[in-house]
């Protein structure tokens, strides 16, 4: 989808009350200016959740998270920011703009949903009450996978019945152009003008956005013919590479387990949710791509891959070595993103176990996972005869490759020592260390370059909101216990209100450490660089500099202090922060003349002795102006 422009941005945000889109999920309460409700983020039970209409802003004091309208939208409906400002356009019903290849405006995309909509609308109500033999056919098959009527109505499959122009009639005649209906993938145009439907002879399967708008099919052939299943080509609303059958339906379990299940067709992921496994979502007809893990991670912290055992099955597995990067390594933190690999035995499918087993086997698997890296080595030791030196050194030489994509882990340690023993093992005597292995993977080049997960960067709007709502990983600042926090949190507070004291602060941020906290060093230093801006203006301006750090303002910004009790503390703070600074200072100086013999080296010793002098003629002088 192409990118929305900032002036539909902005006109998207103005035309939103905050306080009532949050109050039509969350119960408010007014209490002065101010709007109070107990945050959905985190359980509680007193309410901790604040919004200022005049800024538009929120923020919750129980678990700091906090922005405005888009934020609230991201977070509530686990959106990505586009999605957001979509969502929210059509709540307003403003038509808004994206760019792209060709330009297609929001109404215009509206209008291929709509048309899916009706299509899919049409394939169902053919399925079900249709006395053509191939839609019987169809439920027979429908019915030998135990997917009765009530499991067609809950995901609306359908039917496409053999005549090449059912479904183009009807969309016509509902009034959607032809340019429209071959836009959507829906209809081909022959050389003669007439229409053909895409799809004819398959039952049918609508495949919804993660918001659940219908935007593409997958059908799949009854009796014979080729291909087997067959899916919607890309159009402007839809992208094989990008989108997941089910996610829809299996967001909510996954941020719940924070598990997402991978499976290969439409059928599987039906019969596990069926079966109470409801985080399974699968592919369209390609293998996992880079897009897929983008928005799974949006929901999940664990990706396990299920694949059929089969031969097809295992190479495709093999190919899922192309996502080993740092991203799965413990020094990602809390964005790590952990891809495990089952391989469901025996070449049956996941429809299939939980069909004659039940969901207990499948959970089973899915518990058993195996981390993709450790299934990578696995595959690639397994993939030569380790019984003889030259098994081995290629086997060794594939491993190291493996392990190159997350050089710098500790990961690398350990499992130097896994490929070292099984080496060993194997060898009949001769033994492989671990530091062999571990400079093997210092010799070797990955297998693949770049990472999965940095195939694009989003515009500046998009980052601020996405940092904003997504971010778990964002740096927090020190609770401020200490006398120096507080003394931080005093100015930050006083640099949010009070504009004209921002210059003051200039200098006293070139002071090495003046403030100790990063945090609070960044985000005073996006404060000042904002100018005269306040509220609003002045979120979007941190927003803008340091999107990370967004959400630690909007505190000061929903419960900002008076202007008059920050003007009269304001000195006294400052003066604070350089008392601190300049013991901190002192403090260094004398811990290196610690360190420097007088006799030996005399010229540096008396450079540090007159430099603590003048530290601390600094500091008297600063007390005796707060006297």
Not at 489 to 514: G, K
Not at 584 to 592: E, M
């Amino acid at each position: 989808m192409g990118r929305i422009s900032e002036e539909d941005i902005i006109r998207v945000r103005e035309a939103t009350d905050l306080v009532q889109l949050v109050s039509e999920t969350t119960p408010l309460r007014q209490k002065g200016r101010l709007f109070w409700g107990l945050c959905p983020f985190h359980g509680e039970k007193t309410p901790s959740l604040k919004i200022d209409p005049s800024t538009q802003l929120w923020h919750c004091f129980g678990c700091s998270l906090g922005g405005g309208a888009f934020d609230w939208t991201m977070r509530t409906e686990n959106l990505e920011f586009p999605d957001a400002v979509r969502r929210l356009a059509d709540r307003a019903r403003i038509e808004i703009v994206e760019d792209a290849a060709g330009g297609m405006p929001r109404g215009q995309r509206e209008r291929l949903t709509a048309a899916h909509e009706a299509a899919a609308e049409y394939f169902h109500e053919t399925l079900t009450t249709s006395k053509d033999a191939g839609a019987a056919v169809a439920r027979e098959y429908l019915k030998g996978r135990d997917f009765g009527s009530e499991v067609a109505k809950r995901w609306k499959l359908g039917y496409a019945t053999g005549g090449r122009s059912g479904l183009a009639a009807h969309l016509t005649k509902a009034g959607f152009g032809r340019d429209e209906l071959i836009a959507a993938n829906l209809a081909l145009g022959d050389p003669g003008g007439a229409l053909k439907d895409r799809f004819f002879g398959r039952v049918m399967f609508p495949i919804a956005d993660v918001t659940g708008r219908f935007i593409a099919f997958g059908g799949r052939v009854i009796g014979d013919g080729q291909p087997k299943y067959l899916n919607s080509s890309d159009t402007p609303i839809f992208h094989k590479s990008a989108n997941m059958y089910g996610i829809d339906r299996a967001k909510n379990a996954i941020v719940r387990t924070g598990t997402a299940v991978v499976v290969e067709g439409y059928t599987d992921v039906i019969a596990l949710h069926e079966a109470g496994i409801d985080n399974a979502v699968a592919t369209l007809g390609t293998a996992l791509t880079a897009k897929h893990l983008k928005l799974l991670g949006r929901f999940a912290k664990r990706i396990v891959y299920l694949f059929d055992g089969d031969a097809a099955g295992l190479r495709a597995a093999d190919r899922a070595a192309e996502f080993l990067d740092r991203s799965a390594t413990p020094e990602a933190g809390s964005a790590r993103m952990d891809l495990a690999v089952a391989i469901i035995p025996g070449g049956a499918d996941p429809a299939d176990i939980v069909a004659t087993g039940g969901a207990e086997p499948m959970r089973e698997l899915i518990a058993g996972a195996v981390p993709l890296l450790r299934f990578v080595i696995d595959r690639r030791l397994e993939a030569h005869d380790l019984s003889t030196p030259e098994g081995r050194a290629q086997a060794l030489a594939a491993a190291a490759r493996a392990l190159a994509a997350v050089k710098g882990s500790i990961l690398v340690e350990e499992y130097a020592r896994y490929v070292a023993d099984r080496l060993s093992a194997a060898g009949h005597g001769g033994a492989v260390s671990a530091e062999a292995v571990a400079k093997a993977v210092r010799l070797a080049q990955p297998e693949t370059a770049g990472g999965p997960l940095r195939d694009e960067e989003p515009d500046a709007a998009e980052s601020a909101a996405a940092a904003a709502a997504h971010g778990a990983s964002a740096p927090k600042r020190r609770p401020a216990l200490d006398a120096q926090s507080k003394a931080e949190d005093a100015l930050l507070r006083s640099l949010v209100v009070a504009p004209e004291l921002r210059e003051e602060v200039r200098d006293l941020l070139s002071i090495e450490d003046a403030l100790t906290d990063p945090v609070n060093a960044r985000l005073a230093a996006a404060i000042v660089a904002a100018g005269d801006a306040t509220g609003k203006g002045l979120y979007e301006a941190v927003a803008r500099s340091e999107p990370e750090l967004v959400e630690e303002l909007t505190a000061w910004l929903v419960d900002a202090p008076s202007r008059e009790s920050v003007l009269g503390t304001f000195a006294e703070t400052v003066s604070r922060i350089k008392g601190f600074a300049l013991r901190r200072q002192i403090l260094r100086v004398q811990a290196c003349m610690q360190g420097t013999d007088p006799v030996k080296d005399p010229q540096a010793y008396d450079d540090m002795f007159r430099q603590v002098a003048s530290l601390q003629s600094q500091l008297e002088t600063l007390r005796a102006g707060n006297q």
